[in-house]
């Protein structure tokens, strides 16, 4: 029998969820236009939607949050974050922000024009809009190994640094006010990136004159497995890693809400002196005033506490294994998931184990829809929904790599019944499989729209 590690923690307080009946469920989703974020979470059994936001705080996050100082200007409670931010991440500067795409927002809004070029391993969603709303072109350089799901690969996150240093010359570095690189990378699997290859980018930005952010929100857990796959860093702790990562780049946006392990925050960080003044404006006009930015001083106080839980290897080792459990559970059954296992999610290849049905009747979605048909459970389409694009110059559409189905598992919340659950409810999928029909758009926004996209099923 596999296990994982057991939870580093004892449960202290406990929230009911229930599973309503498939009729029940049938309604719902008829309700929801065939959209899961249209779900009540009250109709959720096990909410797999995003791992953001969504975890238990501890208690030493809890008491921290008493001490909230609220003051608008000066609280204790900023001071407390910017020890842990100095500490952790070293750059000379940051600004709060209410989530991580506040943060990328600004920096989008201040370096940002038409037509200039945004390079990065892959972009999250939420980073491709800020940039495509500002005029700009986001490129993503992944390693070629992240579109095969079963190519084995301990850093499947990592820019392909060929095509990085080929795409700046083409490009030419004046037409790229900046480059980034995300981790752990979300979009192609949560997969890490490794030491060498955030260096080496580091390298070739600086050598072309173009600042580098990193995308940080799951930074912990990609330096876990550096330290766990990486020649040379088994010794290191979890945060030397990340000083060390951290030590590459010009500055940071991260979404607090991962591995800081609070439900709500964000941070922009850089060492730039002007852009740091530039920043504080436009934080003001949008978020709020520099030492709270967008946030109470409780919350301020719980990411200061949450950053150094995040950390902590023998929560990351549970954490991490826990991922593991469920794609290993999975791929045991026979279900097509990413290899190796990544972070924060399991996603699973609903291209593969969907063939019959065409990638522009979503594949993923479909499967979305199954899984919480079936178990009650919901997951969300990581394929041409989300990702799928026409081009506005060529009118050619673009694919992504993969149709995806993403699991993610909310830090400090679920036990290992309920990851054997999920593995028996894809058993029970996989038995009807070839009866699963494709799904088309009904209603769409420009931007972002899976989110809100209205689906009907195709007979
Ligand atoms: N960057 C990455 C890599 C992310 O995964 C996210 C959010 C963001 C930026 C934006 O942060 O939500 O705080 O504004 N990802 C969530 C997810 C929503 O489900 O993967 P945010």
């Given at each position: ?91 000379k ?9 506040a ?35 986001p490129?993503?350089?992944v ?7 079963a ?16 795409f ?77 990562i ?31 003044q ?103 389409e ?74 009907e099923?195709?007979?």
């Open positions: 029998m596999k296990s994982y590690p057991p939870e580093p923690f004892r449960i202290k307080t406990v929230e009911t969820i229930r599973r309503i009946s498939r009729k029940e469920r049938e309604t719902a989703l008829a309700a929801a236009g065939f959209n899961i974020f249209g779900l009540r979470s009250d109709d959720i059994f096990i909410d797999f939607l995003t791992d953001s936001g969504t975890g238990a705080l501890s208690d030493r996050q809890w008491g921290a949050m008493m001490q909230g100082d609220e003051s608008y200007a000066g609280a204790r409670s900023f001071f407390r974050l910017k020890e842990a931010m100095s500490q952790i991440f070293g750059f500067h940051f600004v709060p922000t209410h989530q991580g795409r943060a990328e927002h600004i920096l989008s809004t201040l370096l940002i024009k038409p037509d200039l070029y945004i390079p990065s391993n892959t972009h999250f969603d939420t980073t491709e809009a800020n940039i495509r709303a500002r005029g700009g072109r490129v993503n350089l390693i070629e190994e992240a579109a095969d799901p190519a084995f690969h301990p850093f499947k996150g990592n820019m392909d640094i060929e095509k990085l240093e080929a700046i010359k083409e490009t030419g570095a004046e037409n790229i006010p900046l480059g980034m690189t995300t981790i752990t990378n979300n979009a192609t699997g949560g997969q890490p990136v490794s030491l060498e290859n955030i260096r080496q980018t580091s390298e070739i930005y600086r050598k072309y004159n173009i600042p580098f952010f990193i995308d940080a929100c799951r930074y912990a857990e990609n330096a876990f497995f550096i330290k766990t796959r990486e020649t040379g860093y088994t010794e290191k702790s979890t945060l030397e890693i990340a000083q060390e951290f030590s590459l780049a010009d500055g940071a946006t991260m979404s607090a809400k991962k591995d800081a392990l609070v439900n709500i925050g964000g941070f922009l960080a850089m060492n730039d002196d002007d852009l740091f530039r920043a504080q404006n436009e934080l003001i006009l949008r978020e709020g005033f520099p030492t709270y930015g967008g946030l109470a001083g409780r919350d301020l106080d719980a990411i200061a506490v949450g950053l150094w839980e995040g950390l902590d290897e023998q929560y990351l080792e549970y954490r991490l294994g826990q991922t593991a459990y469920l794609v290993e559970g999975l791929h045991d059954a026979g279900i097509p998931v990413v290899l190796p296992p990544g972070g924060h999610a399991v996603y699973v290849d609903a291209g593969s184990l969907l063939p019959h049905i065409p990638r522009d009747e979503f594949p993923g979605q479909a499967l979305s829809i199954e899984l919480y048909l079936e178990g009650g459970i919901r997951g969300v990581l394929g041409s929904v989300a990702f799928a694009y026409t081009d506005p110059e060529t009118g050619e559409k673009h694919y992504p790599l993969m149709e995806l189905l993403r699991m993610a598992i909310p830090r400090r919340m679920y036990t290992q019944a309920h990851m054997d659950f999920v593995i028996e409810t894809f058993k029970q999928i996989a038995e009807r499989k070839d009866s699963i029909k494709g799904y088309r758009i009904t209603y769409a926004p420009k931007l972002l729209r899976h989110f809100t996209a209205k689906f099923p195709i007979d």
